[in-house]
Every structure is written in structure tokens, then in C-alpha cells.
């Protein structure tokens, strides 16, 4: 899982990897060995929360790049907003995938530790060489998905179309 | 003052490092700790709420010599004091009016 993480650390950009990636690497770290994680479930949390916060945060500073400045899309700025959130079925369902990811890798991470043991002939499986870079598609398909239909929503709402609709009734 | 309210995991963040410098870890460990495990940031919040405050000069690194790779601390500058202490202030101005409030409305 460190692994996974290092890579979904190279979407950040260059500069901001250079002054966080060692920092962030050793948090992950940190975190992942704590005692308090360790049943299936809260570990699935983790993960999930780290994953997105890392797509969440790679996405922001790449929209930061381009545009030399925060957009306040991706929890921009410091200050407070109103009410409109991401749509919640929609982070439940990213939340679901992205927890059928861990377990999947953890599921490769498991056949790969017991075959060899159980049958010497059978070479070991490398799931994460050959899986990494098509999860890592997966997600950021996903995520890119999510986010467009999010702008769209908040593009929506900036140009108050549910006003225009008001106002013809 | 700029930029506040503040949102909530920012204003925590602040009030962990108010105290003493802190490095990343900690400051997860104290947010959690201060929300009642309410707020439990990721790593990818944390650091990229950490490089807005350090590009506004809210907050500064600290050269540790002796601290392993990939460990730095963070403290407030007088700045982000100055504006952490502006936004309690505002805090307990809101919260003395919702306090008369509620209770007019019970009397």
C-alpha cells in the first residue's frame, strides 16, 4: 500500500513534490502503523481516506499550476463556504470502489504471500506490477468523471440557473 | 482582516500549532484529539491546507538538523497569530450573540 501511495504522489506537481513528498511519505507511514488501524474495517477507512485525499489534493495543486492560483474547487482557500457539497451518492459510490481496490490488492497481496509456500513450483505473483498501473487509470478515470460532473454542477449554480427557473414560474 | 471565517480544519490546524511547533503527525493526532475524532484529515488535506498557509506566511518551517528525513516542524508566524487570534475573537462575538439569542427566544 506504501507503494501505491508513493505512485499516486507523482500526480502531484514537481515543485509541491519536492517540499512534501519525503514529509508526506513518512506520515502515511506513521499512520499506517498505528495500533489503532489495524481491524479490516478501519484500515479500509484509512486507506480510502488517504487515496482520496491525495486525488483530491493532486487535483488541486495541478488546477493550481495551470491557473497560478487557488480555485477554491478543492477546498481552495481558507475561507469558510456555503452549503454546497460534493453529491453524496456520488462519494459513496467512489468511496465503495475505491474500497473494492484495497481489498482487491489486499486479496493479490495474500495469494501472492501463500503460493509459493504451498506450492514451490508455482513462481510468485507480482500482482502490484501488473495491476498499479491499470488501478491507478481506474481511479483517476473515476475521479476525473466525478470532478467534471462536480464543475458542472458548480458552474451551474455560479450562473444560477435554478433562479432562472424560479423566476419563469 | 483577510480571509476569515477560517474553515474548520484550517482553524484547527492553527490552534495545534498555536501552542508549540509541531510536525505533520502531530498535528493530525491533535486535530483529532481537539475535534473529539470528529475531524480526521488525510494526509492530502493536511499538506495541501499546510502549503497555502506556508505560501501566505501563516505558518513557517523550522530547520531541524537532527530530525529524520522526511520530518519537519511547523510554527505559527506572528501573522498567523495575529489572524488566529482575530478569528477567536470573532468566534466569541458570534457566540455571545447566538448565547443572548437562544435565550430571548427561551424567555
Not at chain 1, 481496490?101 to 505473483?125: D, F, H, R, T, W
Not at chain 2, 510536525?23 to 484529539?33: A, P, Q, T
Request: net charge positive; proline share 4%.
Amino acid at each position: 500500500m506504501l507503494r501505491l501511495y508513493a505512485q499516486l504522489l507523482r500526480l502531484y506537481p514537481s515543485p509541491y513534490r519536492q517540499q512534501f513528498e519525503d514529509e508526506m511519505l513518512s506520515v502515511f507511514h506513521e499512520l499506517r502503523s498505528e495500533n489503532t488501524i489495524h481491524t479490516r474495517c478501519r484500515r479500509g477507512i484509512f486507506y480510502v481516506r488517504e487515496i482520496a485525499g491525495v486525488l483530491r489534493g493532486a487535483a488541486r495543486e495541478r488546477c493550481r499550476t495551470l491557473r497560478g492560483k487557488d480555485l477554491g474547487l478543492f477546498e481552495g482557500g481558507f475561507m469558510m463556504r456555503d452549503g454546497f457539497r460534493f453529491p453524496k451518492a456520488t462519494a459513496v459510490l467512489m468511496t465503495l470502489i475505491l474500497a473494492g481496490i484495497v481489498i482487491a490488492i489486499q486479496k493479490g497481496e495474500a495469494i501472492q504471500a501463500s503460493l509459493p509456500a504451498s506450492n514451490p513450483q508455482i513462481g510468485p505473483i507480482q500482482p502490484h506490477s501488473v495491476m498499479l498501473s491499470s488501478i491507478v487509470s481506474f481511479l483517476l478515470i473515476f475521479y476525473a468523471a466525478g470532478s467534471i460532473g462536480w464543475i458542472i454542477l458548480l458552474a451551474l449554480r455560479k450562473l444560477r440557473v435554478h433562479r432562472l427557473d424560479e423566476s419563469s414560474r | 482582516m483577510e480571509a476569515l471565517p477560517l474553515t474548520e480544519p484550517v482553524l484547527l490546524i492553527l490552534l495545534s500549532l498555536a501552542g508549540q511547533a509541531q510536525h505533520g503527525y502531530s498535528i493530525l493526532k491533535d486535530v483529532e484529539r481537539m475535534s473529539d475524532g470528529r475531524v480526521v484529515m488525510s494526509t492530502g488535506t493536511l499538506y495541501g491546507a499546510l502549503r497555502r498557509l506556508l505560501d501566505d506566511r501563516w505558518i513557517e518551517r523550522i530547520e531541524e538538523r537532527e530530525s529524520p528525513r522526511g520530518r519537519q516542524a511547523y510554527r505559527l508566524t506572528p501573522h498567523g497569530r495575529k489572524n488566529l487570534q482575530a478569528e477567536v475573537s470573532r468566534m466569541k462575538h458570534l457566540t455571545r450573540v447566538a448565547a443572548l439569542r437562544v435565550a430571548m427566544k427561551e424567555s
